[in-house]
């Protein structure tokens, strides 16, 4: 297997990885109680380990002389935190209802991603070292995503 050296792919893969996650739960939706809450909680962890790889690896070792992507990082952070509130708002809801509507978490998620792989990984790729850019490759796979 080839060595991924860019920050857009890796990060790329992570998001089709946990689209998976969060289709199956899409998919699990109305059935069984069980079935659901695991799909979930699938999803909500490797979400979880996605954000958390983004803020303390790829925007904490990211130099903060560029202000546009700074804006892009700032929006991007706000906009984890709405992910996981709506995460949490869900799994609350689930304890009372057996169907949920995903779909603005769903229409927030694509816009993310659009935002990340169209602007702020590929000017990590341009912008930072091959040694930084190693460095933030590292650090993510010591927390690898699920399969």
Do not use: C
Request: net charge neutral; proline share 3%; no cysteine.
């Amino acid at each position: 297997m080839k060595k991924i050296t860019s920050i857009l792919r890796l990060m790329a893969r992570h998001h089709m990885m946990i689209e998976r996650f969060l289709k199956e739960f899409e998919k699990n939706i109305g059935k069984n109680f069980a079935l659901m809450q695991d799909s979930l909680d699938r999803f909500k962890w490797e979400e979880e380990k996605h954000i958390f790889n983004e803020e303390k690896v790829a925007f904490k070792l990211y130099g903060k002389e560029d202000p546009e992507i700074l804006k892009v990082v700032m929006r991007l952070i706000e906009e984890h935190d709405a992910i996981l509130e709506m995460l949490n708002t869900i799994e609350n809801d689930l304890a009372i209802k057996d169907r949920v509507d995903i779909s603005d978490l769903v229409n927030l998620l694509d816009r993310h991603r659009a935002l990340e792989e169209k602007i702020l990984y590929p000017k990590l790729d341009e912008f930072l070292s091959k040694t930084q850019k190693k460095l933030i490759i590292e650090r993510i796979r010591e927390i690898p995503p699920g399969k």
